[in-house]
C-alpha cells in the first residue's frame, strides 16, 4: 500500500468513526425529543443531486407521476445512472440519443402534466439551447441539474460557468450551489418554485464540476414522507388534455408575442417572495432554513465586499473569517439566484461597503465577467461612486486557493477607482 493510498483509507476511517459517532448522538436525542432526524451519508455530489430528482419525482406519485430525459455527459453522467436505476413508483426515465432529446422528453412529460426533470453540461447544455428556450417559452416547471464544465474546443472537462451562463437569456430560473448539502436544497426548493401557479417556469441548480460533483461530503438526504410534505402534486394548468385538444407552439402575431414575453417578466418578478416562502416552508418541514437568493457574511460594517458563487464562495468565507480576525472590515456575498437577479436583495446586502469585488469563473468575451455585469448594472446611476471591481479566476477549473483570493482582497481594499476585469491566472 503507497503512502497516499494508506492516508487516504485512514482519512475516510475518521470520517466514518466521526459519522457514526454523529448519528449515535442525534439519534439519542431523537429518541428524547420525539423528533425523527434525517438520514445522514457520506455521498458524491451526483449522488445527492440524482438522489434529490428521484425524491422530488416519487412525490408526485399520486398526481400524474414524473418523467425524466437522460443523456450521459462527462462530469454529469452519474446523476443520470442513479436516476436509471431508480424504481419509480410512478414513473420513468427514457434513455435518448442526445441532449436535444433529452429537453424534449421533458417538454413532452411536463406538456402531459408530469414532474419532469434531467441534467446536463457543457457542449450538452449548448446541444439542447433550442429545447431549453422552448421548454421556458412553454412555461413548463422542468428542473434540471447543471454540472459546470467548460466549454469547447479546446475539450477540458474541468469547472467554467460558460455553460449555464450561455443560457442566461432563456427564461429560466437559475440557482448555483456551493456545497452537496446545499444542492439537495435547493433542487427542492427549485421544484417548489418552478411549479408555482405565480411561476411557472422552469429551473436549472448549477454545481461545479468534480469540485463539487465528485467529491464526498455528509448530507442529510431527506426522508420520502418529508419531500411529499414539502412538495404538493405538480399542477401544470395548460397541460394537454385528450377531451380539450390544444395546439401549442403555433404562430403568433407580434402583439401576442410582446403580451408573452412580459407575462414572462411578471412571472420573473414574482419568483424572490415565492422562494422566500418556499425557504420558510422547508423550515418548518425540514427543520433547517436553506440559503435564500443572496448570502451577506460580516457586511454590516465592511468597507470591502467581495462576491462569489458556487465553492468559490465556501473557500472565501474562511478568508473573510481569517481577516475579519485581524480586524479588518472585509465581508462576502454568496450569490445563489443569478435569474431573476437580485438586485434589491444584493443592495440590501452590500450595505454601505465602497469596494465590490466580484469574483467570475466565466467569461463573455469582449466584455468580461457575466455576474460582474450584472452587478455593476444593479449599482448603474447611483450618486455615491463606488469601486466595482471584476476578478476573472480559475477559467477552465483553475485551483482557486485562499491565497489567490487573498491577492484578491488584498487588490480590492487599496483599490481608488475601477480598471478594466483583471485576470488573475492560477495553477491547473
Known amino acids: ?13 475518521v470520517v466514518m468513526a466521526r459519522l457514526l459517532q454523529l448519528d449515535s448522538v442525534v439519534g439519542s436525542l431523537a429518541i428524547r425529543t420525539g ?39 462527462t462530469p454529469q453522467t452519474e446523476i443520470i445512472e442513479y436516476l436509471r436505476a431508480h424504481p419509480f413508483s410512478k414513473g420513468h426515465v427514457v434513455p435518448v440519443e442526445s441532449e436535444h432529446s433529452a429537453m424534449a422528453v421533458c417538454i413532452g412529460a411536463a406538456l402531459a402534466g408530469a414532474r419532469a426533470f434531467t441534467a446536463s453540461s457543457s457542449n450538452g447544455l449548448a446541444y439542447m439551447t433550442e429545447n431549453v428556450f422552448a421548454a421556458g417559452y412553454y412555461r ?24 449555464s451562463l450561455a443560457l442566461r437569456d432563456a427564461p429560466w430560473i437559475q440557482f448555483y450551489t456551493d456545497s452537496h448539502q446545499d444542492l439537495v436544497d435547493t433542487v427542492l426548493l427549485a421544484f417548489r418554485v418552478a411549479e408555482d401557479p405565480r411561476v411557472l417556469l422552469p429551473a436549472m441548480v448549477a454545481m461545479d464540476g468534480f469540485v463539487t460533483s465528485h467529491t ?11 419531500v411529499d410534505k414539502y412538495l404538493p402534486p405538480c399542477r401544470v394548468p395548460h397541460r394537454l388534455r385528450g377531451e380539450h385538444p390544444a395546439t401549442i407552439g403555433g404562430l403568433t402575431w ?14 420573473m418578478e414574482q419568483v424572490p417572495a415565492v422562494l422566500n416562502e418556499a425557504m420558510n416552508e422547508f423550515e418548518a418541514v425540514f427543520g ?3 440559503d435564500g437568493a443572496v448570502r451577506a457574511d460580516r457586511t454590516e460594517d465592511a468597507e470591502a465586499v467581495l462576491i462569489a458563487c458556487n465553492t468559490m464562495a465556501r473557500t472565501l468565507r474562511r478568508l473573510i473569517d481569517h481577516r475579519r480576525a ?12 443569478f435569474r431573476p437577479f437580485p438586485r434589491e436583495e444584493l443592495r440590501a446586502a452590500i450595505g454601505a461597503a465602497r469596494r465590490i469585488g466580484v469574483l467570475d469563473r466565466n467569461h463573455s468575451p469582449g466584455s468580461g465577467g457575466i ?25 477552465g477549473g483553475g485551483d482557486v486557493s485562499p491565497e489567490h483570493l487573498g491577492e484578491i482582497l488584498d487588490d480590492l481594499t487599496q483599490r481608488d477607482r475601477a480598471a478594466e476585469p483583471i485576470w488573475k491566472e492560477v495553477a491547473a
Not at 407580434?254 to 412571472?267: F, G, K, L, S, V
Not at 485581524?326 to 439566484?337: F, H, P, S, T
Not at 452587478?375 to 471584476?390: E, L, P
Open 1 to 13: 500500500m503507497s503512502r497516499r493510498t494508506a492516508t487516504s483509507a485512514v482519512t475516510a476511517g
Open 35 to 73: 423528533v425523527r432526524p434525517m438520514p445522514r451519508a457520506l455521498v458524491t455530489g451526483n449522488h445527492a443531486a440524482g438522489f434529490a430528482l428521484a425524491a422530488a419525482g416519487d412525490a408526485n406519485r399520486h398526481a400524474r407521476g414524473c418523467c425524466g430525459g437522460a443523456y450521459p455527459i
Open 140 to 163: 413548463l416547471p422542468i428542473v434540471m441539474i447543471a454540472v459546470n464544465r467548460t466549454l469547447g474546443p479546446p475539450w477540458n472537462i474541468w469547472v467554467d460557468q460558460g455553460d
Open 216 to 226: 464526498q461530503m455528509i448530507v442529510d438526504l431527506p426522508e420520502q414522507e418529508l
Open 254 to 267: 407580434p402583439r401576442e408575442t410582446e403580451r408573452h414575453r412580459r407575462d414572462i417578466q411578471r412571472a
Open 288 to 290: 433547517r432554513r436553506p
Open 326 to 337: 485581524d480586524e479588518q472590515r472585509v465581508g462576502m456575498i454568496k450569490l445563489k439566484m
Open 371 to 395: 455576474f460582474w455585469q450584472e452587478t455593476a448594472a444593479t449599482f448603474a446611476g447611483a450618486a455615491d461612486h463606488r469601486v466595482i471591481q471584476d476578478y476573472i479566476v480559475g477559467l
